[in-house]
């Protein structure tokens, strides 16, 4: 790779910088020579030819804006002299050719998972307590403080503080200056306590501010999402306090678990307040129910497991320039990896897939599920714009600022977390992943709602890249962290799992750090690595309210 300046694709008109180039500057790209007519920060894209008002602009090979005054070869693109434009798209012919990677080394690979009886294997065991309506979110926090310390479930966090220690210093009567230069670190080894359950990864709460007040179309969907967390293979069984009035009833609920799972046979406990004696008799007995669960989830033990019971979740958050480039065509090199492998991988966020919709649709197995496709991106998009929005709309500051300057670009770059193979299966929110393969799932590009809605429909570990840093997690489905450029590997150690900026380093390329990713998700559904999302106890969890999220 050039380590100045890169053309994605040989149809491109514009030249991303892969350093800081300054006005004068002379570089080339294979045969072609160009002068920079500005300072172009890193990230950012320069023309790779003389522009006139309403010229169209590709990158990845595809339509991604219009200029919308001229801008000279050399010249810098940014929101000031470019807009958002992106083809259209329509059914066409199925194009399900692609190079099937190599994957002999892993044939016989297997990870160490949590076997469940429909068949499914999971990465982690946990248990859930959910409320079925935001109402009884305190009740799920007694809950939480009664359990979560007492039973050795705190995150292992690296900056545990130690409140302590301001408490005697401000009775001794410390001055403000010391308070603030103390030192309040504790040691892992003073914070870390042995799980009383070990074989039970966690206990997970899950609060949200759903079930009532809002549509019933809402509270249908929230019973179906959290139909999907109970059911999921990750999850050993759920204690769910509902308060008796709510859109979100319990029968609703049951109906949900039974469309997933028919023979749903996990110990699954549900309290009403409304017919309870007292809060404290609600609390008391649903505290001793979940006990008994843990002891319950703690009888099963991780057995190997063949690579194709991997179901893998591929998102992004916080992208910059260099995602479409490293992250994200990295994973999409490990997506191809799990489906040769026989498994599984979801890419999610559809208001990031604006202006690749005619790939996509044409990868699909057959028309029906591209017809589901395409009708899925023009409603969502319609539903946007009926608000006063749209998907031109996506792309956020952060992402403006590292050279995304429009929705159709962030998306080319996205999109390339799906890797090549067919599309066996779309799916709506909260729908179930049934088919192995590239599956679609419609969610919003927002990080947290699409981490939840990708774990509501069955993905077991998720593969999140970003090239800004964000501290998304999920409570059930480990995240796996893949930062796109060197400088925020080191910036944020903590967070940023593995590197793919060596791919503009020159020192990788997308297949070897594709491999190696894979081999990293082994090590982490075998419960042998803890990314740091589920170290630091980054347990996010939003359902999304159709329509108004991008």
């Not at 991303?16 to 790209?29: C, F, N, T």
């Not at 194009?95 to 998972?113: C, H, Q, Y």
Request: with cysteine; glycine share 10%; net charge negative.
């Amino acid at each position: 790779m050039n380590n100045r300046v890169l053309k994605i694709h040989p149809s491109d008109n514009v030249i991303v910088a892969l350093a800081d180039l300054p006005e004068g500057e002379k570089v080339s790209y294979e045969r072609d020579q160009f002068v920079i007519r500005e300072k172009i920060q890193v990230k950012h894209k320069f023309a790779a030819r003389d522009f006139a008002v309403g010229d169209p602009i590709y990158m990845y090979g595809v339509l991604v804006g219009k200029a919308t005054e001229p801008i000279p070869t050399g010249g810098l693109l940014s929101t000031r002299n470019v807009k958002h434009s992106a083809s259209e798209y329509a059914l066409g012919q199925r194009r399900l050719e692609w190079n099937i990677p190599d994957v002999s080394r892993w044939k016989s690979a297997t990870f160490m998972g949590y076997h469940r009886s429909d068949g499914k294997v999971g990465t982690a065991n946990h248990w859930l307590v959910i409320p079925l309506v935001f109402c009884e979110n305190r009740n799920v926090q007694v809950l939480k403080e009664l359990l979560v310390d007492e039973l050795g479930y705190g995150a292992n966090k690296d900056y545990n503080l130690d409140i302590k220690t301001l408490k005697q210093m401000f009775h001794s009567g410390a001055s403000s200056e010391e308070i603030l230069s103390a030192n309040i670190h504790l040691s892992p080894e003073q914070t870390r306590a042995k799980r009383f359950f070990p074989n039970v990864d966690g206990i997970k709460f899950l609060t949200h501010e759903g079930g009532c007040g809002g549509t019933r179309q809402d509270s249908q969907a929230l019973c179906a999402l959290l139909a999907g967390y109970i059911t999921h293979p990750n999850v050993a069984g759920a204690t769910v306090l509902s308060l008796g009035c709510q859109h979100a009833q319990v029968h609703d609920l049951e109906a949900a678990i039974a469309q997933i799972s028919p023979n749903f046979d996990k110990p699954l406990y549900i309290y009403e307040q409304q017919k309870s004696r007292s809060e404290e008799s609600l609390i008391s007995q649903a505290l001793k129910q979940t006990f008994v669960g843990l002891s319950l989830a703690n009888e099963l033990k991780r057995t190997p497991a063949p690579l194709s019971k991997l179901v893998v979740g591929l998102e992004c958050g916080g992208s910059d320039g260099f995602s479409g480039i490293s992250a994200n065509p990295a994973i999409g090199h490990t997506a191809d990896l799990v489906v040769a492998l026989g498994g599984t991988a979801v890419l999610s966020e559809f208001p990031e897939l604006c202006g690749v919709e005619q790939e996509l649709s044409d990868r699909c197995v057959d028309e029906v599920t591209a017809e589901k496709f395409i009708r899925l991106m023009r409603t969502y998009d319609a539903a946007a714009v009926a608000v006063g929005s749209g998907f031109d709309m996506n792309p956020s500051p952060g992402n403006i600022r590292d050279g995304l300057i429009t929705d159709a670009i962030k998306s080319a770059g996205a999109a390339k977390k799906g890797g090549t193979s067919p599309i066996t299966d779309v799916l709506d929110y909260t729908e179930p992943i049934t088919r192995p393969g590239l599956n679609l799932l419609c969610t919003p590009g927002n990080d947290v709602e699409s981490t939840t809605a990708l774990t509501g429909s069955g993905v077991t570990i998720t593969l999140f890249t970003t090239g800004l840093g964000t501290p998304t997690g999920n409570p059930i489905s480990p995240v796996i962290k893949v930062s796109s450029n060197t400088v925020l590997a080191e910036r944020m150690p903590d967070i940023i799992d593995i590197n793919a900026g060596t791919i503009i380093s020159g020192e990788d390329t997308i297949e070897t750090k594709g491999a190696e990713i894979l081999d990293y998700i082994i090590k982490v559904a075998s419960g042998e690595i803890i990314p740091h999302a589920v170290r630091l106890g980054q347990d996010d969890f939003i359902p999304w309210k159709r329509g108004i999220s991008l």
